[in-house]
T-cell receptor
Framework: GIQVEQSPPDLILQEGANSTLRCNFSDSVNNLQWFHQNPWGQLINLFY???GTKQNGRLSATTVATERYSLLYISSSQTTDSGVYFCAVGPSSGGSYIPTFGRGTSLIVHP | EAQVTQNPRYLITVTGKKLTVTCSQNMNHEYMSWYRQDPGLGLRQIYY???????DKGDVPEGYKVSRKEKRNFPLILESPSPNQTSLYFC???????????FGAGSRLTVL
């Protein structure tokens, strides 16, 4: 199956700092999503980004499908950005979709 | 409000006692799926459904059953729970073809 590696595993920032999270995957995919799991366990979809670049406020993401990686950028981090960030990749075809999740990057933002 | 609702949110049970975790979505999504989240193992898919009466196995289906009799509901059934099924469970839904997942709040299950 597809292997997904996220780095770094842990990240500690001061409020206001910028960061880059990386997701490497081992095979071609046509579906890649980034999620944030907040400290209360809730999973929120941040981006659906199988290729290209998207931005949403302070967050942006870039996927280079030919080189099998995706980057999530967090600018001017806030304490509410704390939590775990997951990428999920997989082939999706005809409605069938079995995503493989990375182990996540745990982010702590201190005030 | 568009959402995926799971119940119960917390449950402690004993080995062998059948239980059902319900999942309901109000977004008219065709695709629904169940995941379990375990420390060090991340999120893994248990079962998914592409539409009513269409279900298929994910990565870790052993010990679980599902049904999809209505578009909005996708219950997860543990016929004879065992301690290794102690986990945090998530239900998710998506429009088919888009596969952009919306997750429920999670159900923490402990099997003694």
């Amino acid at each position: 199956g597809i292997q997904v590696e996220q780095s770094p595993p842990d990240l500690i920032l001061q409020e206001g700092a910028n960061s880059t999270l990386r997701c490497n995957f081992s095979d071609s995919v046509n579906n890649l999503q980034w999620f944030h799991q907040n400290p209360w366990g809730q999973l929120i979809n941040l981006f659906y980004i199988p290729s290209g670049t998207k931005q949403n406020g302070r967050l942006s993401a870039t996927t280079v499908a030919t080189e099998r990686y995706s980057l999530l950028y967090i600018s001017s981090s806030q304490t509410t950005d704390s939590g775990v960030y997951f990428c999920a990749v997989g082939p999706s075809s005809g409605g069938s979709y079995i995503p493989t999740f990375g182990r996540g990057t745990s982010l702590i933002v201190h005030p | 409000e568009a959402q995926v609702t799971q119940n119960p949110r917390y449950l402690i049970t004993v080995t062998g006692k059948k239980l059902t975790v319900t999942c309901s979505q109000n977004m008219n999504h065709e695709y629904m799926s169940w995941y379990r989240q375990d420390p060090g193992l991340g999120l893994r898919q248990i079962y998914y459904s592409m539409n009513v009466e269409v279900t298929d196995k994910g990565d870790v289906p052993e010990g679980y059953k599902v049904s999809r009799k209505e578009k909005r509901n996708f219950p997860l059934i543990l016929e004879s729970p065992s301690p290794n099924q102690t986990s945090l469970y998530f239900c998710a839904s998506s429009p088919v073809g888009a596969n952009v997942l919306t997750f429920g709040a999670g159900s923490r299950l402990t099997v003694l």
